[in-house]
């Protein structure tokens, strides 16, 4: 009752005021408006304007930005005929539904309806003032007339769009229908937009997660008023009626979350409109945790997709789960420095096609081969004799492209790594022959602009991940002759089991120590990468890029590509004959200044280089070493364990975990190093 009489007394002092219109003007134009731009949620979205990720505003709460056009017509249709019908033709307040309101108390001794118009709702938002005294209500009154001088209809109605409150930390429309339909509010259920124009009226005790009978309650009176009115039909409200409520609270989108967090380092504010593509990237991450689901809870995986005719990266997944995990998921893996593997020797490959050192079809040496004091051998310990630059390419051999960089120079190959963009790290010095087979810190981004480069004949288009940013001038790598023999031996590997052989040009790599498992693959348009391994660096048992990098390439290549667009012709200049069709210097590769290895050399048999040895308790470990010359002196990194040893087996004691350089020096002075793993308690 005391209510229904403020009401009336408000009603009866405007009515006067009114009479008093000059006082009444000056008294509005007077009026302190607050800040008319509200803060909206930092957005990044996808090349087609999809929402890929948000980040709250200061104060904890969702508050997308939105326009008029973003909304449904329906919604503000039902939101108006509900709230508001003469929103287009009163100046701020409805004086009709206001006197309406006031002989409605009056008869029944209560309020019945309210007479509060869209602008006063949003006077009221913009101060987060109350209602329940007439000093707020007459508050909003004045800065609604006010408003309605600033701004225009559209302009009042899109700031309701966004202060509306939807309940908790949610505010406006947009981040409305994401939490309570997951999608944008372009279009809408009729049920689905009554419950929203329902919600803001008590926005927590009609939370459809929350207090559904209420929220329904709320949504069908919408409704009734709807077709009461003839916005909408009998059938289209009963069928509207049926449709049930959302029963859960959904999660914003997160996707691309990695590179969001860097984008938004870079500029925190505004809205950013990036390269991905958001199916294709929800694709990539699908598969990324599929990659890693019932394996080591430590195990990773990273995906990256770019274009590489254009430089856009279309999907980038910097781990499979972005979380506080075992795997340390928040880690980008796409920036994280690791070793490339074998992932290098195409380009080393195609410096010596460009410089007119071998050609495919040239033979090259695989045999025991020392350069200096290094002396690298093949991942399986086995030599091939001589074979052809395709072969020793297909099989990953390491002595061959040892021997061809050798004639390069590492110098050469980091020179033409920084051409295609990468920043190579060095652990110290200058670079060295190790570097061929993985010695070398990089990134996975390095090694998507290396095989782009790769695949658009030879010509590097830069990297990037903002639409509409320029790619910048293209920068040549290789000559188009080079990188086309380089994709023409990569198109001709054979594909992972299950997997078909479609042409893809591709190489996997291992890192020592089985740490990183890689895999690179291109056609005429895209280039994909793939990593397994650990954000730790610890080592991955049986973890080989081509046995579980390739297959994870290849689902990732037919989700981006169907069909595969071809690989280019061949261009002018390019020898497309055998081997004996080759000009006589073109015919064999005996790389200058290497020695054929001592076949009498020691040779340690156990254990292998490269092992993951387990560490039991009470048990020592044993070594061997085949071939030399005895007396044998042991080296434990660096440090003597044994000296003057005339058995070729060796008890190493119980060391401790870690990495280690086991070293074996016979009388003569010759040396075989491997490099281990040591696990266990």
Not at 322 to 346: C, E, H, I, W
Not at 419 to 437: I, T
Not at 601 to 611: K, S, V, W
């Amino acid at each position: 009752m005391i209510r229904a009489r403020v009401f009336l007394w408000l009603a009866a002092l405007l009515l006067a005021v009114g009479l008093a219109r000059d006082r009444v003007d000056d008294w509005i134009d007077a009026t302190v408006i607050p800040p008319l731009v509200p803060v909206t949620s930092v957005e990044v979205l996808d090349r087609n304007g999809a929402l890929l990720r948000a980040y709250t505003v200061e104060d904890g709460r969702w508050r997308l930005p939105v326009s008029l056009s973003d909304v449904d017509p329906e919604f503000i249709d039902l939101l108006l005929n509900f709230e508001d019908r003469r929103f287009y033709r009163h100046a701020g307040v409805d004086w009709r539904a206001m006197a309406r309101a006031g002989w409605q108390a009056l008869t029944n001794g209560r309020i019945v309806s309210g007479a509060s118009t869209i602008t006063m709702q949003v006077a009221r938002l913009l101060e987060d003032s109350g209602t329940g005294t007439w000093r707020g209500k007459f508050r909003q009154i004045r800065l609604a007339l006010a408003l309605e001088r600033q701004l225009t209809k559209d302009e009042i109605l899109t700031l309701y769009l966004h202060l509306a409150p939807y309940g908790g930390n949610i505010e406006g429309v947009r981040a409305a229908t994401f939490t309570w339909f997951g999608q944008e509010p372009r279009q809408l259920t009729t049920a689905e937009a009554a419950l929203l124009v329902a919600i803001p009226q008590a926005p927590n005790s009609r939370r459809p997660d929350r207090n559904p009978e209420n929220a329904l309650a709320a949504r069908n009176r919408v409704l009734q008023r709807a077709e009461t009115f003839g916005v909408l039909t009998p059938d289209a409200v009963a069928t509207a009626m049926a449709e049930p409520l959302p029963a859960e609270r959904r999660d914003f989108p997160l996707l691309a979350p990695h590179l969001s967090d860097r984008i938004l380092a870079e500029n925190p504010a505004g809205q950013h409109r990036l390269t991905i593509d958001a199916t294709l990237q929800e694709q990539m991450e699908a598969l990324a945790r599929a990659a890693v689901r019932g394996q080591d809870d430590r195990l990773n995986a990273a995906i990256m997709v770019m274009d590489h005719q254009t430089g856009e990266v279309l999907a980038s997944v910097g781990s499979a789960a972005y979380s506080d995990n075992p795997a340390q998921g928040f880690v980008d893996m796409t920036q994280a420095l690791r070793s490339p593997g074998s992932t290098l020797k195409p380009l080393i490959y195609g410096i010596g096609f460009e410089a007119g050192l071998i050609h495919p079809e040239t033979l090259i040496e695989d045999r025991p081969t020392r350069f200096g004091t290094y002396a690298p051998q093949n991942f399986d310990l086995a030599f091939r004799g001589e074979l052809s630059v395709r072969d020793a390419l297909h099989a990953s051999l390491n002595i061959p492209v040892v021997s061809l960089l050798e004639e390069i120079g590492p110098a050469e190959l980091m020179n033409r790594m920084r051409r295609a963009g990468m920043s190579p790290e060095l652990p110290a010095g200058q670079p060295g022959l190790a570097v061929a087979l993985g010695g070398v810190g990089v990134t996975m981004e390095d090694l998507m602009r290396l095989y782009g480069a790769l695949a658009s004949g030879g010509s590097y288009v830069p990297l990037h991940y903002r639409d509409g940013e320029s790619a910048g001038e293209p920068v040549q790598v290789l000559s188009p002759v080079a990188s086309w023999y380089v994709a023409d031996i990569l198109s001709g590997m054979l594909p992972p089991a299950n997997a078909p052989r479609n042409g893809l040009a591709f190489k996997t790599g291992t890192s020592y120590g089985h740490r990183d498992a890689w895999a690179f693959g291109y056609d005429g348009r895209y280039v994909v990468g793939v990593w397994l391994g650990r954000a730790d660096g610890a080592s991955v048992p049986g973890a080989f890029g081509a046995d579980v990098a390739a297959p994870l390439l290849f689902e990732a290549f037919a989700r981006t590509a169907p069909r595969l667009a071809p690989l280019p012709p061949p261009p002018p200049g390019a020898l497309t004959v055998s081997h004996t069709d080759l000009p006589p210097p073109l015919r064999h590769f005996t790389g200058r200044g290497t020695t054929e290895a001592d076949p009498d050399a020691p040779q340690i048999a156990f254990p292998p280089d490269g092992a993951v040895l387990a560490r039991q308790e009470g048990l020592p470990l044993l070594a061997r070493v085949d071939r030399g010359t005895p007396p044998y002196t042991w080296l434990w990194n660096g440090r003597p364990i044994g000296i003057g040893v005339q058995d070729r087996d060796m008890d190493l004691g119980q060391p401790g975990a870690g990495f280690v350089d086991l070293t074996v020096i016979d009388s003569r002075g010759r040396v075989a190093t491997v490099f281990l793993e040591i696990t266990g308690p």
